[in-house]
């Protein structure tokens, strides 16, 4: 079982920069990959992005590259999601996943995450 504990979020204006944590802890041994995922209000919860944890292949969702990175930490046992360039439309609660599940096509797919941190709410005012 491995514990997610996500951090960063807060009130910004548009074309501010903001960046996520993600401490994970407990048995992280056999992780294939972090990622994060975001939930709006009255919308369902989607891919953002995700980095292997060995290899540190990283995957974007198209409406954040170019202005979102992912990058980690193995030794911290820590992902980071550095948000730059935030839009109105960036606004939601930000949670961070880990997945075992070893096919990168399904990267994306948030029934393939096992465990999830409680969230982190960034809004973006315009």
């Known amino acids: 079982q491995v514990q997610l504990v996500d951090s960063g979020g807060g009130l910004v204006q548009a074309g501010d920069s903001l960046r996520l944590s993600c401490a994970a802890s407990?048995?992280?041994?056999?992780?294939?990959?972090m990622g994060w995922f975001r939930q709006a209000p009255g919308k369902e919860r989607e891919f953002v992005a995700a980095?292997?944890?060995?290899?540190?292949?990283?995957y974007y969702a198209d409406s954040v590259k170019g202005r979102f990175t992912i990058s980690k930490d193995n030794a911290k046992n820590s992902v980071y999601l550095q948000m730059n360039s935030l839009k109105p439309v960036d606004t939601a609660v930000y949670y961070c996943?880990?997945?075992?599940?070893?096919?990168?096509?399904?990267?994306?797919?948030?029934?393939?995450?096992?465990?999830w941190g409680q969230g982190t709410q960034v809004t973006v005012s315009s």
């Open positions: 996943a880990t997945t075992t599940v070893r096919i990168s096509t399904r990267i994306a797919e948030s029934k393939n995450y096992g465990n």
């Open positions: 980095i292997t944890w060995s290899g540190g292949s990283t």
């Open positions: 407990g048995r992280t041994s056999n992780l294939y990959a």
